[in-house]
């Protein structure tokens, strides 16, 4: 397949890019707003601000037209009207130009096997740069009437929250297929583990979400596992996992949701997927650096006592 596409014409590849793009970026937000907490409208996680970022890190600036378009054809039904959602649109293109721009210029690498990578998506990626989408969407809802001035910080804060989750719980998991160099092949052995520890991961935490007692962080230590002993490989999709398990349960009123309204389900919901986030990829890149840091030192000795002898 690989061989193919490089035997296209470049345009023809280069439209190809921007059609897969376009169409991961809309499925995963229609996909999206199935699990939406208010049916359309609210979601706590907007997985195509991960697609856009990591499309715009590994591709360039280049594929902005298939974000800004597949970003369109999303907001024209639910936008206030097509101008509004045409506006939008362009603010979920500006976020994640600007977050990647930003991210590149202060060194960001795509293995994300460092702790300053760690803090550039965090505070970048998801933080700074998702201020923009939120900012521009919430404004025009505003502007057009659909919501009024009182309820407008809450409709910045529940936007931003679900665009900068998104960054931080699908970006992440984009970039642990990127190549690298140093990662200890995945053997069938290897790959059972994973594999049942994801399994895990998704069983404990539909378990722990169907009560009241509060005991969602008990899916936490599989997590860190998975982290250390997989890196981002397996931190990515078993923080994924984990959220994915917990919106859908938030979505069908299950466990503790069932009693709470639509501000404490969101906070719930953030303050879990936050910290899965965090304990995942921040932990992956914390163990990557430490073995980097024993590596060099090994070496730095084993040099040492050669120039001794």
Known sequence: MAEALRRLPGPARDLLRLAVVALAYYIAARLSLQLALVRG???????????????ILVLGPRVWPAITVAALAVNLPLGPNPLGAGVIALGNTLAPLSAAYLMRATGFRLELDRLRDAASIIIIGALAGMAI????????????????????????????????????LVAPFLLSFWPRAEAAPLTLRRGAELVALLVAVGVVTFIVFQNRLRLEYVVFPL??????????????????????????????????????????????????????????FVLA???????RQEHLSRLYLAARLSNEV
Do not use: C, H
């Open 41 to 55: 409208q609210v979601t706590p996680v907007w997985p195509p601000t991960g697609i856009a970022l990591v499309s």
């Open 133 to 168: 989408s939120a900012s521009v969407g919430s404004l025009v809802l505003w502007l057009s009437g659909s919501v009024s001035a009182g309820n407008l910080a809450q409709t910045w804060a529940v936007w931003w929250t679900g665009d900068a989750m998104g960054v931080l």
């Open 285 to 291: 890149s914390y163990v990557d650096t430490r073995e």
């Open 223 to 280: 997590i860190m596992l998975a982290a250390f002993r997989f890196r981002l490989r397996g931190a990515a999709p078993a923080a994924l996992i984990a959220s994915g398990v917990a919106v859908t349960v938030a979505v069908a009123g299950g466990g503790p949701f069932a009693t709470e309204s639509l501000l404490q389900k969101m906070v719930t919901l953030q303050i879990f997927n936050v910290f899965v986030a965090l304990t995942s």
